[in-house]
């Protein structure tokens, strides 16, 4: 699990490999990764918008930005969470992710942004 902590939120990032997952090409690996965001803070946030670079092992990189989380900008209250599951198809075996959440304090409408931490997404591979 990779952590971060960023403006009082904990970001937490678990990542798994699906292997049945039918793709269309040039996609061959598909990996799903779950994030958790604590807020520690003493003020309400807003998640509004995501920000992601996509490294592929093929030496693709894409940048991914746009409105809230799987269709959602959840509120997360002090001391609450919030935990969404997203996916990721890649052309090569292992690939990487970075990103930010910019967010906004309900009482004030400041905004700010929380790091995602860097995370990796490798084909497991077995020795026998």
């Known amino acids: 699990m990779k952590e971060s902590n960023t403006n009082k939120y904990i970001i937490s990032v678990e990542t798994t490999y699906i ?24 003020q309400t946030g807003q998640l509004v918008s995501r920000y992601w670079e996509i490294k592929d092992g093929s030496g693709i990189n894409e940048v991914v930005n746009g409105l809230g989380v799987v269709g959602q900008q959840p509120i997360i209250e002090p001391g609450d969470s919030f935990t969404y599951t997203s996916g990721c198809p890649l052309i090569s075996a292992i690939g990487k992710m970075e990103g930010y959440y910019s967010m906004v304090r309900t009482a004030d409408n400041s905004e700010f942004n929380v790091r995602i931490p860097s995370f990796t997404m490798i084909l497991p591979f077995h020795l026998n």
């Open 19 to 42: 292997p049945d997952y039918e793709m269309q090409l040039p996609y061959k690996y598909f990996f799903t990764y779950e994030i958790t965001i604590q807020n520690l803070s003493d």
